[in-house]
T-cell receptor, first 114, second 110 residues
Framework: DTGVSQDPRHKITKRGQNVTFRCDPI?????LYWYRQTLGQGPEFLTYFQNEAQLEKSRLLSDRFSAERPKGSFSTLEIQRTEQGDSAMYLC????????????FGPGTRLLVL | GEDVEQSLFLSVREGDSSVINCTYT??????LYWYKQEPGAGLQLLTY?????DMKQDQRLTVLLNKKDKHLSLRIADTQTGDSAIYFC??????????FGTGTRLQVFP
């Protein structure tokens, strides 16, 4: 098991473009979380899935953001019509519902919107 | 991180102990965590404590929890230059999402 992986690691885009990030959780982890981290701040919760069901969305997740986990394995986070304020590190984490539900984080995708 | 507070910076000499403090507000938090983040990297889980515990020791790390004051601390014994990073405390609430503090930047100098 190689841990949580995220792709791409870095993304530079122009304002108004759409971007999509992918997260592959630790295999057999049924929970998957997305967080956003801006410079100098701690991560902030965006949304999470249990298997393929999206169970909670933060008010930070505007209509331009959509997340999916179609088969209960990998997840994608899409941002439409990006704005400069979307520039941040997007972190994915996964956990196993059995026992201590510790969240293990991926390396993150750093987004820069010009 | 508006509900979880940490001091921003801590500077210690190599070999000394470091103590990083955190205060939280939600008394229903079940687990409290400490994560480490190195520049440009994701978060590495260091340790955690269940809310009904007062203390947990794990090698060089000691976690103290004062539930009455909602105060959590992380002590790193014999601090090394490789410990230089940002340390985040986080609480896990009933919905299982993590609420993070703003992070404490630890700088270790020789």
């Amino acid at each position: 098991d190689t841990g949580v992986s995220q792709d791409p690691r870095h993304k530079i885009t122009k304002r108004g473009q759409n971007v999509t990030f992918r997260c592959d959780p630790i295999s057999e982890h049924n929970r998957l979380y997305w967080y956003r981290q801006t410079l100098g701040q701690g991560p902030e919760f965006l949304t999470y899935f249990q298997n393929e069901a999206q169970l909670e969305k933060s008010r930070l997740l505007s209509d331009r953001f959509s997340a999916e986990r179609p088969k209960g394995s990998f997840s994608t986070l899409e941002i439409q019509r990006t704005e400069q304020g979307d520039s941040a590190m997007y972190l994915c984490a996964s956990s196993d519902r059995v026992g201590l539900e510790t969240q293990y984080f991926g390396p993150g995708t750093r987004l820069l919107v010009l | 991180g508006e509900d979880v507070e940490q001091s921003l910076f801590l500077s210690v000499r190599e070999g000394d102990s470091s103590v990083i403090n955190c205060t939280y507000t939600d008394s229903s938090s079940t687990y409290l965590y400490w994560y480490k983040q190195e520049p440009g990297a994701g978060l590495q889980l260091l340790t955690y404590i269940f809310s009904n515990m007062d203390m947990k020791q794990d090698q060089r790390l000691t976690v103290l929890l004062n539930k009455k004051d909602k105060h959590l601390s992380l002590r790193i014994a014999d601090t090394q230059t490789g410990d230089s990073a940002i340390y985040f405390c986080a609480e896990s609430r009933n919905t299982d999402k993590l609420i993070f503090g703003t992070g404490t930047r630890l700088q270790v100098f020789p």
